[in-house]
């Protein structure tokens, strides 16, 4: 299994700011995805990030508002741009553990935008 | 179009008694099914999976599911919950093949001691 945190846990941030969220892994692994859990919704798949190739988005997603760096195999960040209300959100970082799609997901960052 | 539909978004059961909770998915191929459960303050952990093989699945803490092809339902069963159980629930696809989860919109489990 693998062990994953994200920081922050939460924070509360102004409309019209920026947001980037760490995600770390305690072994190096090829896929790294992002989640979003708006409230009382399900969890959406942001975008796929591999080392060393650029993001790849989910229909609805784009690059401006959620750039994505993936620098090795242990780390990944995901950046909220320009933020509004829309985007309060648990946001999650999960990692494919190799086995038929199965995936270990991290705490995720309870992001609230004013 | 690909989707997973839970059926129950609140259910409050008393301690001891059985639980079923409802998944169906509409995805045209071949799928893998999963059941994560989110625990107050706590990650999504994973509950059971399935795979291919004996379609009844056994999980942690008691759970099971039974994969139903005819159906597309893929349902979690536990037949005497716990105050623990307390938790959020959710139903997830992945396509043979692919990285990506479809997931439900999960169902809040309340356990009244």
């Known amino acids: 299994s693998a062990v994953i945190s994200q920081k922050p846990s939460r924070d509360i941030c102004q409309r019209g700011t920026s947001l980037t969220i760490q995600c770390q892994v305690d072994?190096?692994?090829?896929?790294m995805f992002w989640y979003r859990q708006q409230p009382g919704q399900s969890l959406t798949l942001i975008a796929t990030a591999n080392q060393g190739s650029e993001a790849t988005y989910e229909s609805g997603f784009v690059i401006d508002k959620f750039p994505i760096s993936r620098p090795n195999l242990t780390f990944s960040t995901l950046t909220v741009s320009n933020m509004s209300p829309e985007d309060s959100s648990i946001y999650l970082c999960?990692?494919?553990?190799?086995?038929?799609?199965?995936?270990?997901f991290g705490p995720g960052t309870r992001l609230t935008v004013l | 179009a690909q989707s997973v539909s839970q059926h129950n978004h609140h259910v409050i059961l008393s301690e001891a008694a059985s639980l079923e909770l409802g998944c169906n998915y509409s995805?045209?191929?071949?799928?893998?099914l999963f059941w994560y459960v989110q625990y107050p303050g706590q990650h999504l952990q994973l509950l059971l999976k399935y795979f291919s093989g004996d379609p009844l699945v056994k999980g942690i803490k008691g759970f099971e599911a039974e994969f139903i092809k005819s159906k597309f339902s893929f349902n979690l069963r536990k037949p005497s919950v716990q105050w623990s159980d307390t938790a959020e629930y959710f139903c997830?696809?992945?396509?043979?093949?692919?990285?990506?989860?479809?997931f439900g919109t999960g169902t809040r489990l309340k356990v009244l001691a």
């Open positions: 999960s990692v494919d553990t190799g086995t038929r799609g199965e995936q270990f």
């Open positions: 995805y045209g191929g071949t799928v893998n």
């Open positions: 072994s190096q692994v090829t896929m």
């Open positions: 997830a696809v992945i396509g043979s093949g692919t990285y990506k989860y479809i």
